[in-house]
């Protein structure tokens, strides 16, 4: 599968902002897919995700409350509703998937097979 991010720009902190992930290939569903973020000199980290065939939603406690992802299975499109902004958000955001993988693995960058290219997101105080 191949995945194509964007929707990364500069907001200002309280703001908000919606990321999209468009996968290519028919089996959109069969696919674990997650959102994760890495700043510079930083560990890529976990950031929201859904289970394989979307009937579970994942999220890092320090989004709770604040992202939501969600999917659009007719536009094999996974979204990313970034609300109350901080500073600290701030990152380049890759989007990746995988056929295989469990909830306990789900949090994992390094569990992931396919990746996007990532799109940065610059949030000002």
């Known amino acids: 599968v191949q995945l194509q991010a964007c929707g990364g720009g500069l907001v200002q902190a309280g703001g908000s902002l919606r990321l999209s992930c468009a996968a290519s290939g028919r089996t959109f569903s069969r696919y674990a897919m997650g959102w994760f973020r890495q700043s510079p000199g930083k560990e890529r980290e976990f950031v929201a995700a859904?289970?394989?065939?979307?009937?579970?939603?994942y999220y890092a406690d320090s989004v709770k409350g604040r992202f939501t992802i969600s999917k659009n299975n007719a536009k094999n499109t996974v979204y990313l509703q970034m609300n109350s902004l901080k500073p600290e958000d701030t990152a380049v955001y890759y989007c990746?998937?995988?056929?295989?993988?469990?909830?306990?693995?789900?949090?994992?960058?390094?569990?992931?097979?396919?990746w996007g290219q990532g799109t940065k997101l610059t949030v000002s105080s």
């Open positions: 859904y289970s394989r065939g979307g009937g579970s939603t």
């Open positions: 990746a998937a995988d056929p295989g993988l469990i909830s306990s693995s789900i949090p994992g960058w390094n569990n992931y097979d396919y």
